[in-house]
């Protein structure tokens, strides 16, 4: 890839909705904290926010991190350490917004993802392209069954589902933060960027 991409990922854990539809806020979970840190770090994320309201879930996060930065998981497994060192803890998600534009600018584009089948949604290419022409992207994901409402008042956009074969569409997160990246920081030479 020619130009170094402005891209932050940010997992909400509220405010997000469950089954039925209602705000609620979930747990933080170990396979996030590593599985996602992994690939945002794979494919040159700057910042990995994790976002939880919770006191207490965002200090079983530090532990976590911290067992891989500076305890004896640094030494056993220093990439892990260099993956985890990307995330960091936040309240809220204003919080986030308010740094982000800190370190990037105020034009910094918000994209939340969502499973819907939706019109208006952004395509990958056109996402894509707009990353590799130097604009700065944070890219958010919900827990439980998605983003609240509340969220997509806050987004410039919102990116066009994963769709599979069947009628099946629930992937974790971990997953679909995956796939995502890769569709959009992947490495496919200049052809797709057009």
């Known amino acids: 890839m020619s130009a170094c991409p402005q891209v932050d990922v940010a997992l909400l854990h ?3 909705v469950n089954r039925r539809g209602e705000v609620i806020g979930s747990a933080v979970t170990n396979l996030d904290l590593h599985d996602i840190a992994r690939a945002c770090r794979t494919f040159g994320v700057d910042t990995y926010w994790v976002v939880t309201p919770y ?9 976590i991190i911290s067992h891989w930065l500076d305890g004896h998981g640094k030494t056993a ?7 985890l060192s990307l995330i960091r803890l936040r309240s809220e998600l204003t919080e986030v917004l308010v740094e982000t534009r800190q370190k990037w600018g105020p034009d910094v584009q918000v994209v939340a993802t969502c499973a819907d089948r939706a019109s208006e949604r952004m395509s990958y290419p056109y996402l894509r392209k707009r990353i590799f022409s130097g604009q700065p992207i944070l890219l958010l994901f919900g827990t439980g069954w998605g983003l609240a409402p509340e969220v997509f008042t806050l987004v410039d956009a919102t990116l066009s589902p994963i769709l599979g074969s069947g009628g099946y569409n629930h992937l974790s997160v971990r997953s679909a933060v995956s796939i995502i990246l890769d569709r959009v920081l992947g490495e496919y030479g200049d052809d797709i960027r057009k």
């Open 14 to 16: 509220a405010p997000v």
């Open 55 to 63: 006191a207490r879930q965002r200090e079983l996060s530090r532990q």
């Open 77 to 83: 497994n220093p990439d892990r350490g260099d993956a």
